[in-house]
């Protein structure tokens, strides 16, 4: 059984999975995307930022990061979304800081 994560031998999905996925209102890249969660981090500056969608917030506020903090690391995703990713709380491997951004209680 296919699933949305699941490609053919060269590395596309299959037929219309990609024009389904643009529909679906639960995997649209906001807010409301069913893997969103609820952030609250503090910036290097002092300042606390609170928003639902770590990616969408790195997308929209480029202007906090450096350009090497941009930069695609794992799966396409900006080092900025994969290293503050670390430091939700629950995480395994979670760390207390990154590049002086830490978790907001």
Same mark, same amino acid.
């Given at each position: 059984?296919?699933?949305?994560? =699941? @490609?053919?031998?060269?590395?596309r999905? #299959?037929?219309? /999975?990609?024009?389904?996925?643009a529909?679906? #209102?639960?995997? @649209? !890249?906001?807010e409301?995307?069913?893997l969103?969660?609820? +952030?609250?981090?503090?910036? !290097?500056?002092?300042a /606390?930022?609170?928003f639902? *969608?770590?990616?969408?917030? /790195?997308?929209t506020?480029?202007d906090?990061?450096?350009p090497?903090e941009? /930069?695609?690391?794992?799966? =396409?995703? !900006?080092a900025?979304?994969f290293f503050?990713?670390?430091l939700? #709380?629950g995480r395994?491997?979670?760390? *207390?800081? +990154?590049?002086?951004w830490? +978790?907001?209680?």
């Open positions: 059984m296919r699933t949305l994560e =699941s @490609r053919n031998k060269l590395g999905y #299959p037929a219309g /999975v990609t024009a389904g996925r529909k679906s #209102p639960i995997l @649209r !890249p906001d409301n995307h069913c969103a969660k609820d +952030w609250s981090l503090r910036a !290097p500056d002092g /606390v930022y609170r639902r *969608n770590l990616s969408l917030f /790195v997308r506020h480029r906090l990061f450096t090497e941009l /930069v695609p690391v794992s799966a =396409s995703r !900006p900025a979304t503050l990713g670390m939700r #709380p395994a491997n979670r760390r *207390n800081s +990154w590049h002086g830490t +978790w907001a209680e």
